[in-house]
């Protein structure tokens, strides 16, 4: 990663399953980049997410190929940088990036949905001492956001988007919330609209926009 003018490049993480990545996840990635003086976003395309059902999940070729196409043309690159790393829980994704690419300045982004439940993540509260957190307000998960252990504990280290978008020395732990206006679109209702997605992006491979390293498709890592 390259410094933008005399600081570290800051970059915006956004993980989950993107099965399969849509408009909405495009939306609120740029959105937090502008509100937050971002100078890029990464979509972490998880192997597999432990509080998710595999059940329905498609290849992971096949949503990284779609994310892809949702990021094309903005400052947002897809990676699945967890499939390289070895790490399956997001505190150790997170420490290892930060080890990795240690001239840059990370923030993590989530959902208000994902802070009601943050609690019951592995290690959230050391997620939360590893980079700053930014919460972005979600139709109907804001309430149980507010009620939540993690946010009884996060609410202490509360800081104005302001102080990330002038470019202001970033430490953890620290809590941005963010208001963002109600986006509908959801990974369920798009499977449920068109079950089949996963098929065209079926037998591609893509490079890492990250790491660069090439992404077999579904057909290569298949055992016959």
């Known amino acids: 990663m390259k410094s933008t003018g005399s ?9 989950g399953s993107f099965n399969p990545a849509h408009g909405g996840h495009r939306r609120i990635s740029l959105f937090a980049r502008a509100a937050l003086g971002l100078d890029e976003i990464w979509w972490l395309v998880s192997p597999g997410n432990p509080l998710k059902p595999k059940e329905g999940m498609a290849p992971l070729s096949a949503r990284i190929s779609a994310a892809m196409a949702q990021a094309k043309r903005a ?8 499939r390289e790393l070895g790490t399956r829980y997001t505190v150790d ?8 690419y240690s001239k840059c300045d ?35 998960y804001d309430a149980d956001a507010i009620a ?13 988007s302001a102080s990330f978008a002038n470019g202001g020395e970033w430490s953890a732990p620290a ?13 369920t209702a798009i499977r449920r609209a068109d079950p089949d997605w996963a098929l065209r992006h079926t037998g591609l491979s893509r490079r890492d926009q990250v790491t660069h390293r090439l992404i077999p498709s579904a057909e290569e890592t298949t055992t016959p």
């Open 93 to 100: 994704t997170l420490r290892a990036i930060r080890r990795r």
């Open 106 to 140: 990370f923030v993590w982004l989530m959902g208000s949905d994902n802070l009601a439940q943050f609690h019951l993540w592995k290690d959230w509260r050391t997620i939360a001492r590893t980079m700053p957190i930014a919460v972005i307000g979600r139709p109907g």
């Open 175 to 187: 809590l941005v919330t963010l208001r963002f206006d109600p986006d509908p679109r959801s990974a």
């Open 148 to 160: 939540s252990p993690a946010m009884a504990w996060l609410r202490h280290y509360r800081v104005p």
């Open 7 to 15: 600081r570290a490049t800051r970059i915006g993480l956004l993980g």
């Open 75 to 82: 400052p947002i690159r897809v990676t699945a940088i967890e």
